[in-house]
């Protein structure tokens, strides 16, 4: 379900190209878990499953963080950062995650909550 709060947030963003990505990461967070909860939290837009953290959209002055929770478990690729635990892509200007990885990458973090 959407929030009106992380929506208003994210249109809030300094440029439109961290609106757009981070409409797209919202978008990919929703069609990988159903049903997921959304709510601003820490000045952040944090994603919820069945009341536990799945994810959080990070915006910074250069970038835009996709930290996905509950990795300790998962198998995650270089460029990401971060402790066992939660682990986060950094994405600048001009660069296009793979949301296919990302999805994939969240489903089985989430799988567990």
Known sequence: MRNEEVTAFI?????PWQVELSNRLREMVHQTIP????RI???????????HY???ISPSKNAI???IMNTTDVEVPKGF???PERR?????EGVTPDYNQLSELLAQASQTL
Do not use: D, R, S, T
């Open 88 to 92: 986060w892509l950094k994405i600048k």
């Open 54 to 56: 799945a994810a959080v």
């Open 11 to 15: 249109e809030k963003l300094g440029a």
């Open 65 to 67: 963080a996709f930290m």
């Open 81 to 83: 950062e971060g402790p």
């Open 35 to 38: 049903g997921v909860e959304e």
């Open 41 to 51: 939290q820490y000045k952040k837009p944090h994603f919820l499953k069945n009341g």
